[in-house]
């Protein structure tokens, strides 16, 4: 499978300045190691917890950070090597839609302006053109020429979005696009964004904290927890039948609208270990009921159990029979 | 009058809030932040203020507590009884001993309630030696129970700890230690745990209704968030627009929303099993401005089911139930259509 | 919107826009007279020759003589109308005072806004305003009007010097908070780069905290430029102003202290307006992009 997104051992460090009493530099793999493929038309899901490196991607597969290890290969262009007027070009074809939708836009630019200024970037500015895209995302006049701070969340986020398909891009990078807005106002952006994949043949990378939104936009769902990937798979199939506990542990803990099913508990222990010293080997052992001695030596790789289904975790046959036998 | 602030009658409340309206005055225009919220609260009962940003959540128990500022908001009628003690004619001096005593607090983010030049330790039992006349050592021996009693490993060690040094999920916990370390009747939670991981979440709701159980604490519970509400909350009030629009037992409220307004927040969930791709139902428009008084149904406009009559002056809360009211005068038809609520149905 | 919005609603609204923090000035009683106040020391600047005599003509016969009808407020040693010198001294307090903070705001937001864009740029300018912010500004001045003819422009330049490493500090402080908004990643991901992102996200969301640092500037500008005529440097002692008029007075100061005190209280109102200014912009201004901007 050729992708139209190829990421290839994308990582990330951060060099912390040596502390005052700790002595010695220390580094955090924000993003460490990332193998992804994303074909064109589909939409990904990116889910995990914060500081697990998920903005971080979004911001390399952007280029607005360089990455230090890896390329990241976008419709067959490695655009990690570019720099200017090519850079520029390229940007083209790749638009971010931000989370905090009112901080995204320059609070001293009318919507007008803001939607225009891709447009003019590219020399095709048009006020047809934006006029367009204000329709498009469900925008009259009245918003065009109005300042972010005059609208709603909902209405900038529309604003956000029409700034990113105004060059009709191949792909879009997605980050807590609805994690700032309501419930009511959460649909509306969803919707809008589902209807605008379709028209428009996007290829997607939504990021997102909230389980229930990506099962919702999401052909596939990778799950990273400190900076690695450790299970990716169709929607359906990760959803019904995670095979790797931080997934499992994960699912359990939303919380659902379920009130007569309240469960006893959510099967969640430990806290998050610092992203600074993680643990050796598999970064999850230490909150595993079913780590064992080569989950501390060895890091687990990302491996097939279930063809497209991959899991980086040892012990995911003898947790999916432990389990089995407890059903039965 | 009677029906304006009608709201379900609980034998004893800790809380009882009656028609409590409010005003923000601002110098060219008055925002009616809330109007004629009535509700109770039970001994040990966790119940939730659930809506949307704006909808007047915090508001309400920003005015219960009395922490609004004091021009600007004025608060046009009712009353917040306190085990009989309306907490609205209470003086500053005496609502600043009731705060943190009779009534424990927790906000969404916990690092800016405490102060990071002084360990957690420390900070618990100042506050309980603000309100009680103990030895330093007596508040210390306390504030250690307290952070035993909120489940943070080791605690002994963690006294000496600063905020920094610990995890939003520590932290918030902290916070919940403090706010009952003086046995409160009463536990305010603003959004606890909208500022947490889902698993840190769950962990920290876990620990909310362990100490309802335990302690027979009671809660007021704040949240956006409608799993969060139906994880823990033995009953609700949706509030919309400065109302409360409906409010019930949750898994009643769940399985048979009697107002346009939940009916549609509930639909408009994304469901971890629903068909993929769908279209999710939205709740077309947005929230109206409060800078007038609306007489008749606030949702309407933005209500499916809504028809003429649903402008005229405000419907009366009905009682659908035992402890189930609304103030929708299509509750019928919502229920109705409700009926095949398959949302709900795609989580379960 | 959270209670917070709702309750800081109520207080007035804190958009950091300009134009509202101009609405939110002359709402406030206080803030209206200093504009008052300040549009009259203009005014009299302005209109000098309308409303006082001749600030240089020496009569030697009437020297030290009170108040009178071609004399206001009496004759200085030399003779001289100290009402016209009053009235004549305001124009190069308000000269320089906003000269200065103009020239420190041009020079200062270049400068601080490549020192917050660029790496190593940044780190060259700002080791050289350390250098320079580790000098007595009043020295400085003293020393640049001490190397150059006697002008009001050398006046001018002198003070500008050591205000501009303020401003420049400031600037970038701000840069770097406003390059860390999520606006700015967007247009940088829209193919915004170089000038323009400078001039049309960076620049706008700089200047409010500017703004105010100019306004501070322009006050301490007309306190320096006092200081320097009361020192005798700068501009040659027939020039009006405030400070070469107290520093005449100092040798009358025990039979006339009326002398010194006619241009003292003036210097003292006009510093007072322009800084109660300042305080008042930088609360209209948006609080949260203060609290990123102050130093």
Known sequence: ?328 | MIDMTSHPPVADPVLDVNNLSLEFADRDKVTYALDAVSFSVGEGEIVSLVGESGCGKSVTAMTIMGLLPKHGARVTSGSALLRGRDLLQTSEREMRRIRGDRIGMIFQDPMTSLNPVHTVGMQISETIRKHRRVSRGAAEKRALEMLDLVRIPDAASRLGAYPHELSGGMRQRVMIAMALACDPELLIADEPTTALDVTVQAQVLDLIADLRRDIGMSVILITHDLGVVAGVADRMMVMYAGRIVEQGPTEKLFADPAHGYTAGLMRSLPGVNARMRDELREIPGSVPRLDRKIEGCVFAPRCEFSSEVCLAPLPQAQERAQGHWTRCIHASAVCEAMSDNDIVRAWA | MSVYDQVSATRGRHDGRISAAAGYLTANPATAICFGVLLLFVLMAVFAPLIAGDPVKIDPAQRLTGPSASAYWGRDHLGRDVFARAVYGSRMSLLVGFSVAAIATVFGVAIGIYAGMSRIGGAIAMRLVDAMMAIPAILLAIAFAALMDAGILTVIIAISIPEIPRMVRLVRSVVLGVRQQPYVAAAISIGTGGLPLVWRHILPNTLGPVLVQATYACASAIITSAVLSFLGVGTSPEVPSWGGMMADARSFFRIHPELMVYPGVLLSLLVLVVNVLGDRLSDALDPRKMVRGSV
Request: glycine share 8%.
């Open chain 1, 1 to 328: 499978m050729t992708g139209y997104l190829v990421l290839e051992n994308v990582g990330k460090t951060y060099t912390l300045k040596p502390s005052k009493i700790g002595g010695g530099v220390r580094h955090v793999h924000a993003v460490d190691g990332v193998n992804l493929e994303v074909a064109r038309g589909e939409t990904l899901g990116l889910v995990g917890e914060s500081g697990c490196g998920k903005s971080t991607l979004a911001k390399l597969i952007m280029h607005l950070e360089a990455p230090t290890g890896g390329r990241v290969v976008i419709d067959g262009v490695d655009h990690s090597r570019l720099r200017g007027p090519a850079l520029k070009q390229a940007r083209r074809n790749f638009q971010m839609i931000f989370q905090d939708p009112q901080a995204s836009l320059n609070p001293r630019m009318k919507a007008r302006a803001i939607i225009g200024e891709i447009l003019g970037n590219y020399g095709k500015a048009s006020s047809q053109r934006v006029d367009e895209l204000a329709a498009l995302v469900g925008l009259s006049d009245f918003h065009l020429d109005r300042y972010p701070h005059q609208l709603s969340g909902g209405q900038c986020q529309r604003i956000g979005i029409a700034r990113a398909i105004a060059l009709n891009p191949g792909l879009i990078i997605a980050d807590e696009p609805v994690s700032a807005l309501d419930v009511s106002i959460q649909a509306q952006i969803l919707n809008l964004i589902g209807r605008l994949r379709e028209q428009l043949d996007l290829t997607l990378v939504f990021i997102s904290h909230d389980l229930s939104v990506v099962s919702h936009v999401a052909d596939r769902v990778a799950v990273m927890y400190l900076g690695r990937i450790v299970e990716i798979g169709r929607t359906e199939s990760l959803f019904r039948n995670p095979r790797h506990p931080y997934t499992r542990m994960l699912l359990e803990a939303v919380p659902k609208p379920t009130p007569a099913k309240r469960h006893a508990r959510a099967a969640v222990s430990g806290e998050l270990p610092s992203p600074i010293d993680p643990p050796s080997g598999c970064h999850f052992r230490t909150r595993c009921a079913f780590a064992g001695d080569d989950c501390a030596s060895k890091v687990p790789e990302l491996r097939p159990v279930d063809s497209p289904h991959m899991v980086a975790c040892h012990k995911a046959e003898t947790i999916a029979s432990s389990l089995n036998m407890n059903v039965a």
